[in-house]
Protein backbone atom coordinates (compact mmCIF):
# COMPACT_ATOMS: atom_id res chain seq x y z
CA UNK A 1 0.00 0.00 0.00
CA UNK A 2 1.20 3.42 -1.04
CA UNK A 3 1.57 5.59 1.81
CA UNK A 4 0.03 8.67 2.17
CA UNK A 5 1.05 11.82 3.01
CA UNK A 6 -0.58 14.64 5.02
CA UNK A 7 -1.49 17.01 2.12
CA UNK A 8 -2.31 13.83 0.15
CA UNK A 9 -4.85 12.42 2.80
CA UNK A 10 -6.50 16.56 3.26
CA UNK A 11 -6.96 15.88 -0.98
CA UNK A 12 -8.45 12.73 -0.54
CA UNK A 13 -11.04 13.70 2.53
CA UNK A 14 -12.39 16.69 -0.15
CA UNK A 15 -12.94 14.53 -2.88
CA UNK A 16 -14.64 11.34 -0.53
CA UNK A 17 -16.88 14.84 0.68
CA UNK A 18 -17.32 15.44 -3.27
CA UNK A 19 -18.56 12.06 -3.46
CA UNK A 20 -15.37 11.68 -5.97
CA UNK A 21 -14.04 8.71 -4.31
CA UNK A 22 -15.49 5.57 -2.95
CA UNK A 23 -15.48 4.21 1.09
CA UNK A 24 -11.92 1.89 0.72
CA UNK A 25 -10.17 4.99 -0.23
CA UNK A 26 -11.63 6.14 2.62
CA UNK A 27 -10.46 3.62 4.78
CA UNK A 28 -6.74 4.49 3.76
CA UNK A 29 -7.56 8.07 4.86
CA UNK A 30 -8.86 6.65 8.07
CA UNK A 31 -6.03 4.37 8.83
CA UNK A 32 -3.99 7.09 7.89
CA UNK A 33 -5.23 9.57 10.59
CA UNK A 34 -5.47 6.67 12.90
CA UNK A 35 -1.53 6.27 12.71
CA UNK A 36 0.19 9.73 11.28
CA UNK A 37 1.48 11.67 14.73
CA UNK A 38 0.22 14.92 12.78
CA UNK A 39 -3.15 14.17 11.71
CA UNK A 40 -3.83 11.73 14.81
CA UNK A 41 -5.36 14.39 16.80
CA UNK A 42 -8.47 14.25 15.47
CA UNK A 43 -8.97 18.46 16.55
CA UNK A 44 -6.03 19.32 14.36
CA UNK A 45 -7.32 17.67 11.68
CA UNK A 46 -10.67 18.89 11.51
CA UNK A 47 -9.49 22.39 11.67
CA UNK A 48 -7.72 22.04 8.80
CA UNK A 49 -10.46 20.24 6.68
CA UNK A 50 -13.05 23.13 8.25
CA UNK A 51 -10.55 25.69 6.98
CA UNK A 52 -10.73 24.17 3.61
CA UNK A 53 -14.51 24.00 3.63
CA UNK A 54 -14.22 28.02 4.95
CA UNK A 55 -12.02 28.68 1.66
CA UNK A 56 -14.41 26.69 -0.43
CA UNK A 57 -17.52 28.33 0.51
CA UNK A 58 -15.60 31.40 -0.37
CA UNK A 59 -15.60 30.19 -4.24
CA UNK A 60 -19.33 29.58 -3.67
CA UNK A 61 -21.82 28.06 -2.15
CA UNK A 62 -21.37 24.87 -0.74
CA UNK A 63 -23.66 21.85 -1.75
CA UNK A 64 -26.18 20.94 1.41
CA UNK A 65 -24.88 17.07 0.14
CA UNK A 66 -21.27 18.43 0.95
CA UNK A 67 -22.14 19.86 4.01
CA UNK A 68 -23.98 16.38 4.93
CA UNK A 69 -21.08 14.48 4.16
CA UNK A 70 -19.20 16.39 5.66
CA UNK A 71 -20.96 16.64 9.15
CA UNK A 72 -21.37 13.02 9.17
CA UNK A 73 -17.47 12.82 8.61
CA UNK A 74 -16.88 14.72 11.73
CA UNK A 75 -19.39 12.83 13.85
CA UNK A 76 -17.85 9.31 13.34
ZN1 LIG B 1 -0.89 12.83 8.40
Same mark, same amino acid.
Given at each position: ?????? &?? +???? +?? %? =??????????????? @??? @? @??? $???????????????? $?? %??? $?????? &?? %???? =????? &?
Amino acid at each position: MTELDC &EQ +VLQL +VW %K =FLDGEMDETRYLEIQ @AHV @A @ACA $ECGPRYQFQRRLLALV $EL %KCR $EGPVPT &EL %KRRL =FRLLE &E
